[in-house]
């Protein structure tokens, strides 16, 4: 991993204890390994998450002092 770790953190222009954290966190969120965020981070691809996105709530109405009566 450590060469893998020095590619990412030198493609992303940043410390590798810096890379080397994100990577660790990203992978308990999405329920992968290191290795496989490093590699996705370094080849350009995305790392799915294991959980679900939540769904958007609809828009909330307009206050009726805000609403225009037409």
Do not use: C, F, I, Y
């Not at 590619?7 to 990577?23: F, G, H, I, T």
């Not at 370094?42 to 996105?53: L, M, N, T």
Request: charged letters at 25%; zero cysteines; a negative charge.
């Amino acid at each position: 991993m450590s060469e893998l770790l020095s590619k990412v953190a030198e493609l992303l222009n940043a410390p590798e204890s810096l890379v080397q954290r994100s990577a660790e966190a990203r992978a308990e969120a999405s329920g992968r390994t290191v290795d496989e965020v490093l590699q996705s981070w370094a080849g350009g691809e995305s790392v799915a998450s294991a959980e679900k996105p939540a769904e958007e709530a609809p828009p909330a109405e307009e206050p009726a002092h805000l609403q225009m009566n037409l």
